[in-house]
């Protein structure tokens, strides 16, 4: 079906995967999601509405407490790995601070990576209504997005 649309349309459509890693919107893939670059610790302001196509990515008051659960799975994903590699790297078994140490720097330095990604992942995959629509990918390119 995917094929079909994408024949319909002059322009080349993006991935869905780099269209979600870029955190462009998920219904015309050319609007920013966020305000500030998606790995920096700058301001952490999510748009109310797709620039481009107005999409509210909000789509129901308090649906982003789901993010929450997805940004837990991610994190703990991130703690396990960290402590493994740390083990490897360090060999220690004696002393539990080095661990605390370690998962606590990366859950802050990992913080904003999750806050995004996880809108991102939730958004993307896990709200059937917010599907690409070619047709606003056409016509948001012809307004010069
Ligand atoms: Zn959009």
Redesign the pocket.
């Known amino acids: 079906m995917e094929i079909n649309t994408n024949m319909e349309t002059k322009y080349s459509i993006p991935s869905e995967i780099k269209c979600a890693i870029d955190g462009?919107?998920?219904?015309?893939?050319?609007?920013n999601m966020f305000a500030a670059p998606l790995l920096s610790f700058k301001s952490q302001r999510m748009y109310e509405?797709?620039?481009?196509?107005?999409?509210k990515f909000e789509k129901e008051p308090g649906y982003f407490y789901v993010a929450m659960y997805v940004s837990y799975a991610l994190s703990v994903a991130e703690l396990v790995t960290a402590c493994v590699l740390t083990y490897f790297i360090s060999g220690n078994l004696e002393s539990p601070w080095l661990y605390v140490f370690v998962a606590l720097a990366v859950t802050l330095l990992m913080a904003p990576f999750n806050n995004r990604y996880s809108r991102i992942i939730l958004l993307y995959w896990m709200t059937p209504m917010f599907k690409f629509n070619p047709k606003?990918y056409e016509r948001?390119k012809e307004e010069g997005f």
């Open positions: 462009k919107c998920p219904r015309c893939r050319t609007g509405r797709c620039p481009a196509c107005d999409l606003i948001v």
